[in-house]
């Protein structure tokens, strides 16, 4: 067994709530460890306002975090801050919902997956494009994609190049938000092929949230199911899907099945 | 040519050209003007308040001088007066509501409650004051007005900025490590500036309506230069009888900013249009 990869403890999330007298809000995360092999995938399943989003926002340090830790690599990723934070960002490649609001509708494809390799403080130069046209192809799109806007590309299309983006500056950590949601099924078949190709390529760590499970069984190891902030149920895939211990976790079996 | 006539529409495409065409006319006063020296100020007094004719198409002012030359001449004060007070109050006005919006917290508080105490002053009567203690001068009219016009572009900014920061392209650049600088001027100010644009061209016509009141009040150019709001000020004295002085004048003012205010619609609409065919 290797060293886990992310390791979060206790973990608890709470928006903060508007007035002086409002009464606070409950945790939108409320006690959640878990903890990611290198190179394994952990599949984050609940519907909507289960938490996962915001453990995931949590674990990108884009909501603070009332308590519990995290620690990425190692280290304490909650101590981080400032321009060692920015640096520590590298690290972790995330792919968001809906591609065509993820990237920029003002700038080229080009220019989108320069943006990374720029905040690395990389040199644009010919060996920059070079390496853009490599990420992109790598997510199975030719070259000639690099002077259009996201607004040109198919939903598919574009969630590749989001994902090329994500994966720029060869992170240890693939993050992903629910990234087929918002595709039609037979393009989310493609995307999460080429999901499973970058993963035996590269060893890629992922943790992948959806409220599908049937999408996240093929790609995960592990699965945790979240419901109303905590973790209800947690264990290998073909245990999970196989025989469920919770009645929230058939359902939401069920749930895929039906779609 | 018909792609951007489609694109504009028939209404933005004139207006367009009118502006274009009083540019030129601007541009070009010494060359375009039948009397340049009188458009440039030298009287003529045996001439003085000639009714429209062949030889003083839009006839003589009191002083002699071909109101026409003058009206051409005119144009080169009041455009640059409208387009200057515009491209101050941008300069002013978008960097602070992209900082306010941005950082939001303290920095926000403070940017906008500054920019709370100059909209809390009628615009008008502020400029005029403002005018009044630099003295009469086109920069010195230009500086008055911009600064009453400033907050309104800062508050427009800060808007926009609020909207675009919570959009998940700038969340995936901060998430990827981009600097904060960096995400305010490639992600967010290229969105916000497209609406604060159109804007922009609107109110070139408003501006140059204010800088003509200015120098209508006497706070504008000094003489001989020829200003569109002094030259209705000056055939104020001999109007009705003698309307052609202050009517010229008038209606070059009137034609610019309805076509600045007509093209700036168009341009809106462009821009609304493009945003339905992208989200």
Redesign the interface.
Same mark, same amino acid.
């Not at chain 2, 969340?171 to 600097?179: K, L």
């Given at each position: 067994m290797t060293a886990p990869l992310v390791e979060v403890h206790d973990l608890v999330v709470r928006y903060k709530s508007r007035g002086l007298f409002a009464a606070p809000f409950k945790p939108a995360v409320n006690g959640v460890t878990l903890s990611l092999p290198a190179g394994s995938t952990l599949g984050l399943v609940g519907e909507s306002g289960s938490g996962k989003s915001s453990l995931l926002r949590a674990l990108l340090r884009l909501v603070p975090v009332e308590s519990g830790t995290i620690s990425l690599g190692g280290e304490d990723w909650l101590a981080i801050d400032g321009p060692a934070l920015r640096r520590a960002r590298h690290s972790i490649g995330f792919v968001a919902q809906n591609p065509f609001l993820s990237l920029s509708p003002r700038l080229t494809i080009a220019q989108i997956l320069a943006e990374p390799l720029l905040a690395r403080g990389d040199k644009p130069g010919a060996e920059m494009k070079d390496r853009i046209a490599l990420l992109l192809s790598r997510c199975g799109l030719p070259a000639n994609f690099l002077p259009l806007r996201a607004s040109e590309l198919s939903g598919g299309q574009a969630q590749r190049v989001s994902i090329a983006r994500a994966l720029a500056l060869s992170p240890r950590l693939l993050v992903l938000d629910e990234p087929t949601s918002a595709l039609d099924v037979s393009v989310q078949a493609q995307i999460l092929n080429l999901l499973l190709d970058l993963k035996a390529d590269s060893g890629l760590s992922m943790l992948f949230v959806t409220h599908n499970l049937k999408v996240v069984a093929h790609l995960a190891e592990q699965l945790m199911v979240m419901r109303q902030g905590s973790v209800v149920e947690v264990g290998a895939t073909e245990r999970v899907m196989a025989d469920p211990a919770q009645a929230y976790t058939r359902e939401l079996i069920g749930f895929g099945r039906r779609r | 040519m018909s792609a951007f006539v489609r694109r504009l529409g028939f209404g933005g495409t004139l207006c367009l050209a009118l502006i274009v065409t009083f540019a030129l006319l601007a541009l070009f006063a010494p060359w375009l003007s039948p009397y340049p020296d009188q458009g440039m100020g030298t009287p003529n007094v045996i001439a003085k308040l000639k009714p429209p004719a062949a030889t003083f198409w839009l006839g003589t002012d009191h002083l002699g001088r071909d109101v026409l030359s003058r009206v051409i001449f005119g144009a080169r004060v009041s455009m640059s007066a409208g387009l200057l007070i515009v491209a101050f109050s941008l300069l002013i006005g978008l960097p602070v509501g992209l900082l306010a919006g941005y950082f939001g917290g303290w920095v926000d508080e403070a940017l906008m409650r500054i920019t709370d105490v100059f909209l809390a002053f009628p615009a008008l009567l502020l400029a005029v004051l403002l005018a009044a203690a630099l003295g009469p001068g086109l920069l010195n009219s230009i500086v008055a007005v911009a600064v009453t016009w400033w907050p309104w572009y800062a508050r427009m900014a800060r808007a926009e900025v609020l909207v675009l920061r919570g959009?998940?392209?700038v969340?995936?650049? /901060? =998430?990827?490590? =981009? /600097?904060q600088a960096?995400i305010a001027i490639?992600?967010i100010l290229?969105?916000a500036a497209r609406p604060l644009l159109v804007q922009a061209a609107l109110d070139v016509g408003p501006a140059l309506l204010t800088a003509s009141s200015l120098s209508f009040l006497g706070l504008g150019v000094l003489p001989p230069t020829a200003d569109w709001g002094k030259m209705v000020d000056e055939g104020r004295k001999f109007f009705p009888d003698r309307w052609w002085v202050a009517a010229a004048p008038g209606v070059a003012i009137f034609l610019l900013a309805l076509a600045f205010s007509v093209l700036g619609d168009a341009l809106r609409n462009r821009e609304g249009g493009k945003r339905r065919? +992208? +989200?």
């Open positions: - | 959009q998940p392209y969340e995936a650049a /901060s =998430v990827m490590g =981009v /600097s960096r490639r992600h290229p969105g065919d +992208t +989200t």
